[in-house]
């Protein structure tokens, strides 16, 4: 039986990785059975509402979708399908694994970088609940739940103890956000506290920034509410080769939707400069979830040794193939 899998290519550069990476998940020998939807900015504004119901329905079915990024038009125009379509499946769990990618040269090289980043997917500011009081005042709702909360920090804590993780380092700025940040943080001390193996540490989101750029090898596993999850994973994609290099999944209960972490890239797309490893990587993330080990670290390998001969390298890091020719390089190296 093949695999069913929902693909939303999206707009921008999503159209070009997220081809690449569908070529190198078939070329795993994996038998999916991909149901393309589309999805774009275009089609969100044509048809007046945020999330197309067929979209909805197919990933409800397959429950599981690879998807490339969607653009968000900014300060003003419709609201971010990418964050509405992880509300709407309930997809609480953020998961970026930041990991040191052999081969590629950084301004890290010397040391190994291998973090997993936690980010609360549904709530915080994110909810998008803004409304002007008066003229020029605007009020912006920054929503904290125990209910959340203690369900991504479940998450962070399960996964750590089950990967064999030693350390979870909560980011907040409850020094000065005392009542939401505050609980998040005391949630996520109750769930450290049923995980006595595991230690547990909490940061201020600024030093915890800082302490990123100075020594990133340091961090384990990071548990962040939603709008700190967002930044501090594009500041930890820069440690490691930026944002061409960093997956995830966003995952629910009963639904699981893999994607970059980064955006649609209008500046480079329909130009073949996008670098798909982020998406491809994104998608091995996804064979694992399907059950297919072998194919998934293949993928993951495959990858690693194109970095590692370095002649087929995109433009974001350091060189001058485009995305096919990349692509081509990952499949005569699984
Ligand atoms: P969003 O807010 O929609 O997540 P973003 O602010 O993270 O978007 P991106 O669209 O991800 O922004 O792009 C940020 C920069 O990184 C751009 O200069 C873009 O060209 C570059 N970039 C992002 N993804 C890739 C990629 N896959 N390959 C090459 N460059 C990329």
């Known amino acids: 039986m093949p695999h069913r899998v929902t693909i939303i290519p999206g707009d921008g550069i999503g159209p070009e990785v997220a081809e690449a990476a569908m070529r190198a998940v078939n070329a795993t020998g994996v038998d999916i059975q991909w149901e393309r939807k589309e999805l774009t900015a275009d089609i969100i504004i044509e048809a007046g509402k945020e999330l197309p119901a067929h979209v909805l329905d197919s990933l409800n079915d397959t429950r599981v979708g690879l998807k490339g990024p969607i653009t968000t038009p900014v300060a003003g125009g419709f609201k971010s399908v990418n964050v509405a379509l992880r509300k709407k499946l309930d997809l609480f769990a953020n998961v970026r694994p930041v990991r040191t990618v052999p081969g590629l040269k950084t301004r890290y090289n010397d040391v190994k970088i291998d973090m997993v980043i936690f980010r609360e997917n549904t709530e915080d500011l994110y909810s998008g609940l803004e409304h002007e009081i008066v003229t020029d005042v605007v009020e912006s709702l920054k929503i904290i739940t125990r209910y959340a909360s203690m369900r991504i920090a479940h998450y962070a804590f399960n996964y750590a103890v089950k990967h064999g993780r030693k350390k979870i380092a909560a980011v907040h700025k409850a020094n ?159």
Not at 224 to 231: A, S
Not at 304 to 310: A, K, L, P, R, S
């Open 176 to 334: 000065i956000m005392k009542l939401s940040d505050g609980l998040f943080l005391r949630c996520c001390r109750e769930v450290a506290a049923m995980h006595p193996q595991i230690t547990y540490q909490e940061l201020i989101v600024d030093n915890a920034s800082m302490q990123l750029v100075m020594r990133p090898e340091q961090f384990d596993v990071l548990l962040l509410p939603n709008l700190y999850g967002d930044i501090v994973s594009d500041l930890a994609a820069g440690l490691v080769g930026g944002l061409g290099i960093v997956p995830g999944a966003n995952m629910g209960e009963n639904v699981a939707v893999f994607e970059a972490v980064h955006g649609s890239a209008p500046d480079i797309a329909g130009r073949g400069l996008a670098n798909p490893t982020a998406l491809m990587s994104s998608a091995a993330m996804m064979l694992r979830y399907l059950g297919e080990e072998d194919a998934a670290v293949r993928l993951t390998k495959g990858i690693e040794q194109t970095y590692i001969e370095g002649k087929h390298l995109t433009k974001d890091v350091g060189g001058s193939a485009h995305t096919d020719e990349f692509t081509d390089a990952v499949i005569r190296n699984l």
